[in-house]
C-alpha cells in the first residue's frame, strides 16, 4: 500500500524495507528492492570536515570581509536517501495522484519539450549567444547557455527519451562536449564568472542520460566541482563563513543558491550524505539559517529566529528579502539602533531544506524541523514568499524536488488545513502554461522572463511530482 505522509518524516527517511514502485520496463527504473539505512558518519570524514586551515585565503579573497562563527557539530550519523530516479512513471498508479492529473501532466510536459525542440539553437544548444550575469558578478558569460541546456537535456532524459539516440538532442550532448571540453580538459567558463553554475546544471542533465559515455563525464565533472567548493585547500577553515559553499564561480563569494545546486548534482551523480563535500556544505547550508541554536552568526542571534534561510551568510550575511522589504540585502539600511537582522524567504528555504536532507538529516534534527515549520507557515504557489513573482519558476522548482525528497505527500499548514502538494503543484503549474507549451514570468530579474529558462524550471518542477513513489512493504 502507498505510504501516504501527513507527519513523521522521519518514517520516509529511515524505515527499513522500502519497495520502489517501478516497473520493470521502464528505463532507468532503480532496483526493485533496497534498504534505507542510517549510518555513523566515518571519522576521517569528520576530520577532514572539522580540520583547521594552515595557510590564509589567497588573493581572491579579502580576509577582512569573513566573519569566524562557532563551527556546527557535524551529525553522529546520516541517512543515506534513496537512490535517485532519473524518470518520471510510466503510470498513475505509480504515483498517488488520481489518473486525470496524470494525464493532463503528462501532457503539459510533452507540450513544453515540443516547444523547447523548436527553438533549439543552430549549434545544438539553448539560448545560444544570450550572457547572463549571476548576483554581484562583474561580468555577463556566455556559460548561461550550457546550464540551461543541461537542464533542458534532464527534461527531456527524464521523460524517457533516448536522448543520444534523438538526432536533435545527441546535438545537444555534442554542444556541452565542445564547449566545456575545448581542449579535452573540462573547462565550463573560462571566464570563471558561471563555471560552478554551469558544471553544476551539466552534471544533473548527463547523469539522467545515463549512457557509458555521459556517465564518465559525470565522474570528471564531480571532481572538478568537488575542487572549487570553498574549504581548507583555499585557505577557508571551518570557522569561516565561507566554508563548505559554492559560488557562481570561484572568484566570488559562496551563495545557498548555487550550494543546493552543487548538492544536487551530487545527488543527481550518485554521491551519498557520507561524502566529505557533502558535509562541508551542510555547514554552509546551517549557518544560511535562521536559527542562532546553530548559527552564530550575530543577523541569526538578533533576527527571527523562524528556521527559515537567507541567501548566503559569507561576507556577514545578504538576504534577497530584505532587499525587496528595503532593509538592504545586507540589512544596512535598518533603522539606526535597530540589531541586523536578515529576512527569511520561500526560495532559499526549499533550497536549505532539500540541502539539509541530501546532507543525512532527519526530522529529528533542529535544522529539518525548523525549516519544515517555516513551508507551513508559508505555503502558497502563488509566489516565491518574501519575494513575490521575483524567482518564482525557481521556487517553485526547488519546493517540488525538496517535497519529493521530503517523503511528504501531505503538508499541515499553519491553519491546520492539509495540502496535497503534487496536486496543488500540477494545477498551479498547468494553469500557467501558455498554448504553444512553454512558460514565462512576467518578472524579469534572474532571467526568468526567458520562456527557455522559465519553461525548463517548470517542466523538471512537473516531472518530480509524477516520479514514482516508494511503498511500503507489506
Not at 33 to 40: E, H, L
Amino acid at each position: 500500500m502507498p505510504l501516504l505522509l501527513s507527519a513523521p518524516l522521519s518514517m520516509a527517511l529511515l524505515s527499513a524495507g522500502w519497495v520502489q514502485s517501478t516497473s520493470p520496463e521502464q528505463p532507468g527504473a532503480i532496483p526493485d528492492r533496497f534498504v534505507q539505512q542510517s549510518v555513523p558518519l566515518p571519522p576521517e570524514v569528520r576530520r577532514e570536515v572539522t580540520a583547521p586551515t594552515g595557510g590564509e585565503p589567497g588573493t581572491l579573497v579579502d580576509p577582512a570581509r569573513i566573519t569566524r562563527l562557532a563551527v556546527p557539530e557535524p551529525p553522529g550519523r546520516v541517512a543515506l536517501l534513496p537512490p535517485v530516479v532519473h524518470r518520471v512513471a510510466g503510470s498513475a498508479e505509480q504515483v498517488p495522484i488520481d489518473r486525470e492529473r496524470f494525464e493532463r501532466t503528462t501532457a503539459a510536459i510533452d507540450r513544453g519539450l515540443t516547444w523547447l525542440r523548436s527553438v533549439q539553437g543552430p549549434n545544438g544548444g539553448w539560448m545560444e549567444g544570450t550572457a547572463g550575469a549571476g548576483t554581484d558578478q562583474v561580468r555577463p558569460s556566455f556559460a548561461a547557455s550550457l546550464a540551461i541546456t543541461g537542464l533542458v537535456i534532464k527534461a527531456f532524459a527524464q521523460n524517457g527519451i533516448d536522448v543520444e539516440s534523438d538526432p536533435a538532442l545527441a546535438r545537444a550532448i555534442e554542444y556541452l562536449r565542445r564547449r566545456a571540453w575545448p581542449d579535452g580538459t573540462f573547462d565550463p567558463d573560462s571566464s570563471g564568472a558561471l563555471g560552478n553554475y554551469a558544471a553544476s546544471a551539466m552534471t544533473m542533465g548527463l547523469a539522467s542520460v545515463g549512457s557509458a559515455r555521459t556517465r564518465e563525464w559525470v565522474v570528471e565533472m564531480v571532481t572538478w566541482l568537488k575542487s572549487k567548493q570553498w574549504d581548507q585547500a583555499q585557505g577557508i577553515g571551518p570557522d569561516r563563513d565561507w566554508f563548505g559553499g559554492a559560488g557562481y564561480g570561484n572568484s566570488r563569494r559562496p551563495d545557498l543558491s548555487n550550494t543546493q545546486f552543487f548538492l544536487d548534482a551530487l545527488r543527481d551523480a550518485g554521491v551519498d550524505a557520507t561524502d566529505p563535500s557533502v558535509q562541508k556544505a551542510l555547514i554552509f547550508v546551517t549557518r544560511c539559517q535562521n536559527l542562532p541554536e546553530f548559527n552564530s552568526a550575530a543577523w541569526a542571534e538578533d533576527g527571527s529566529r523562524d528556521g527559515g534561510m537567507v541567501y548566503t551568510p559569507a561576507n556577514g550575511g545578504e538576504s534577497m528579502a530584505s532587499g525587496a522589504a528595503g532593509e538592504g540585502r545586507a540589512g544596512e539600511k535598518l533603522p539606526p539602533g535597530q540589531p541586523r537582522s536578515l529576512r527569511s524567504y520561500g526560495s532559499m528555504t526549499y533550497a536549505g531544506f532539500k540541502s539539509l536532507l541530501h546532507a543525512g538529516l532527519t526530522e529529528d534534527d533542529p535544522r529539518v524541523r525548523s525549516a519544515l515549520e517555516w513551508i507551513s507557515r508559508h505555503w502558497t504557489f502563488k509566489e516565491n514568499p518574501g519575494m513575490g513573482l521575483e524567482g518564482h519558476y525557481y521556487y517553485l522548482h526547488a519546493m517540488a524536488r525538496a517535497l519529493r525528497a521530503s517523503g511528504q505527500r501531505m503538508i499541515t499548514d499553519s491553519s491546520g488545513t492539509e495540502h496535497d502538494w503534487r496536486d496543488e503543484l500540477i494545477d498551479t503549474i498547468v494553469g500557467m502554461q501558455s498554448a504553444d507549451g512553454s512558460f514565462r514570468n512576467s518578472a524579469e530579474r534572474w532571467m526568468e522572463a526567458n520562456p527557455e529558462l522559465a519553461t525548463a524550471y517548470l517542466l523538471l518542477a512537473l516531472q518530480e511530482a509524477i516520479k514514482p513513489t516508494l511503498v511500503m512493504e507489506p
